[in-house]
């Protein structure tokens, strides 16, 4: 029997890699993503298209009800939806920020909530949840997006003893910089929030260092086969630091004091 993946946010990037690649590797793969009309080409190579909006109480309802109805279980779900959306904290909109949390944590945290009593009942399941490097340290103008990458990383630490009783395995996956739309979206806003502020100084230093790291990034695949690997493995890590200089710069901020880190990655914006 084929084991059922539920991926989101497959419309490009590292869902898109994912997806496909699980799809090789024996895996019956729904793939979930607001854009439909960039999901056209997975389709051909066997991934199950679903139009769903994290914002949208009904439309996750409907996701999850179409899976379960139609394959009667759910091995593993990929939580890869979100996106960053930078601007000095003074700047952003509240409403922004709300929205941000609603993408990255709410609508995520809902999709679970819908997907355990069927993990429950089979006694197993892996929940990989994608989470950042951004999940261990801060950034100027990224408050909004690295406090929603805190809070998936302390829901997930707590929603793994939770499920462990039921055989059911929690995951984070920390990818660093990555050749995704993500960075594009993220020093665009930034510049449009705060490119005109009194930020403005720091603000298209840091652009210039965003542009620069995602030229050097690593391609969205090494990613999908860490989740490959925390869907499959015997018995998965907690975490999975991958891509470019991921696990450097975690190692670098689990031995430096606040102000020494901040010092460091300040000296990179310049």
């Not at 190579?45 to 949208?56: F, K, N, P, Q, S």
């Not at 939580?79 to 995520?108: H, M």
């Not at 100027?140 to 929603?148: D, V």
Request: aromatic residues 6%.
């Amino acid at each position: 029997m084929n084991k059922v993946a539920l991926i989101t946010g497959v419309s490009s990037g590292i869902g898109k890699e994912t997806a496909k690649l699980m799809v090789k590797n024996g895996f019956k793969v729904y793939g979930a993503s607001r854009r439909m009309s960039k999901m056209s080409t997975l389709e051909s190579e066997g991934v199950r298209l679903l139009e769903m909006d994290l914002t949208v109480e009904e439309s996750i309802q409907q996701t999850v009800t179409q899976v379960l109805s139609e394959e009667k279980r759910l091995d593993v779900l990929v939580n890869n939806a979100g996106y960053g959306s930078y601007g000095a904290l003074e700047d952003v909109p509240i409403e922004e920020a709300k929205y941000q949390f609603e993408v990255n944590i709410f609508g995520l945290a809902r999709l679970i909530q819908l997907v355990l009593p069927q993990m429950r009942q089979q006694q197993s399941g892996r929940i990989i949840n994608i989470s950042s490097i951004g999940g261990s340290f801060g950034e100027p103008h990224g408050a909004w997006y690295h406090a929603t990458k805190f809070a998936l990383e302390g829901l997930s630490d707590s929603l793994r003893m939770e499920l462990k009783q039921f055989g059911i395995e929690v995951v984070i996956i920390k990818p660093g910089a990555i050749k995704t739309e993500w960075n594009t979206i993220a020093r665009n806003k930034l510049v449009e929030v705060s490119g005109k502020t009194t930020y403005k100084k720091l603000v298209h230093k840091h652009y210039k260092m965003l542009e620069s790291a995602d030229k050097q990034g690593s391609q969205p695949i090494v990613v999908a086969k860490s989740i490959l690997k925390a869907a499959t493995v015997a018995n998965p890590k907690t975490r999975y630091a991958v891509g470019k200089g991921a696990k450097l710069l975690l190692f670098i901020r689990s031995v430096s004091p606040d102000k020494l880190f901040d010092k460091l990655l300040l000296s990179q914006i310049k």
